[in-house]
Each structure stands twice: as C-alpha cells, then as structure tokens.
C-alpha cells in the first residue's frame, strides 16, 4: 500500500496568515493526489485534485503544487471558515490511501 | 443534483455483519467514468478507505480488511451495497459513500452525509 504523511498533524493560526501543508508518498503518485477539508460533524468536501486542479466554487486562496511523491496545500489569507482539519489522498493506485489530516486551528 | 446516502444500523454486535446501502441520485452506476466508494472514520480519528465498484464491477478492497468485505451494486435501484462480517467494536465509526469520477483524477467529488455504527453487545 502507499502510505501517504502530512505535516505538520495539527497548526495554529490566525486570521489572515498564510498555511502550508505538506504531503508526502512513500513512492511515486504521479499527480494523482487530491485534498480534502472536513468540518466537525460534517463529510469530506474535495478541495483541490490532481494535485493542483481546483475545485468549482472553491476560493482562489486554496492552491495545491507538487508531484510524484512530495505536494502542498496553500492557504493563501487564513479565513474563518477554513479552520477545519485537511486530508490528502492518493488516487494513483488501489488501495487508496489518505493522510493522517492536518487540524488547523485558531491561535 | 448529485446526491449519495448511506443507510444502516446504527448498532451492531460483535461478530455480526454489517450491511450498509449507499443510494445514489444525479448519476448512474452504468456510467464508465464513475464508481462509488466506501470511506470510514472511527471518531477522532483520520479517513480509511475500504472499497470500491465501478460500472463494469470492478471491485477493489482495503488490503486489511478485504477479508472481511464485500462491495456490490444494483444499477436498477441506484444502489451500492457494503457488506462487513464479523464487526468489532475497533469498528466503530462513521461510514461514508462517495462518488469517484474519472474526470477529477479518480478523486471523491461528492460525499453522503454518514452514517455513524456503534459496534457493541
């Protein structure tokens, strides 16, 4: 299986501030990594695929880069609204894989 | 609209089967470039993804759990059929379906709501 590695496992920002996370594979993925926010209580919501694509109707502050094993998700002006916990996922091969997530909270 | 949901019991025993239904509307599982998937989180915890079925029914399975799984559909009814034998409480969690597109690199575009299963006797 490919395993996939986020960091940091949780920040704390605030408003306004510009967030990195970082995904690594432990083999070649190509580009098929996508991102993923989830709110509590609330499903996954697909941000970002093919590891730079984004989203219909997702803010233009959101940004993914990367490819073959090493990705990024950028927030470019931390909102409110996106203190949630992110996931990445491999969709290169079976069995799919997802990171450990990311918890973004509010400093 | 494209819209999945999941639906089951929301308690088992240990050592039952578990069978969750995923009902899908705004899509058809005849169509080649999509499939459905099924993804768990026990609470607190990260996404686990535990299989998946595409049109032509190619089925593939979590390696640690495929043992225990199996996945199927019936297109008449727009429905997608997970299966889990001999629950545990490590097993608990919420069950989520979602739809997987070809055209988004094989990624999760759209996701039921969840259904939590509590595995205890």
């Known amino acids: 299986d490919i395993q996939m590695t986020q960091s940091p496992s949780s920040l704390s920002a605030s408003v306004g501030d510009r967030v990195t996370i970082t995904c690594r594979a432990n083999q070649s993925i190509s580009s098929y990594l996508n991102w993923y926010q989830q709110k509590p209580g609330k499903a996954p919501k697909l941000l970002i695929c093919?590891?730079?694509n984004l989203q219909s109707g997702v803010p233009s502050r959101f940004s993914g880069s990367g490819s073959v094993t090493d990705f990024t998700l950028t927030i470019t002006s931390l909102q409110p609204e996106d203190f949630a916990t992110y996931y990445c996922q491999q969709s290169y091969t079976t069995p799919r894989t997802f990171g450990q997530g990311t918890k973004v909270e509010i400093k | 609209q494209v819209t999945l949901k999941e639906s089951g019991p929301v308690l088992v025993k240990p050592t039952e089967t578990l069978t969750l239904t995923c009902t899908v509307s705004g899509f058809s599982l005849n169509n080649a470039r999509m499939g459905v998937s099924w993804i768990r989180q026990p609470p607190g915890k990260a996404l686990e993804w535990l299989a998946h079925i595409f049109s032509n029914d190619e089925q593939s399975y979590s390696t640690s759990l495929k043992r225990r799984l199996t996945i199927s559909k019936d297109t008449s009814r727009s429905q997608v059929v997970l299966s889990m034998t001999n629950m545990d409480p490590v097993d608990t969690a919420t069950y989520f379906c979602a739809r997987t597109t070809m055209g988004t690199y094989n990624s999760f575009d759209v996701w039921g709501q969840g259904t939590m299963v509590t595995v205890s006797s």
């Open positions: 093919a590891a730079s």
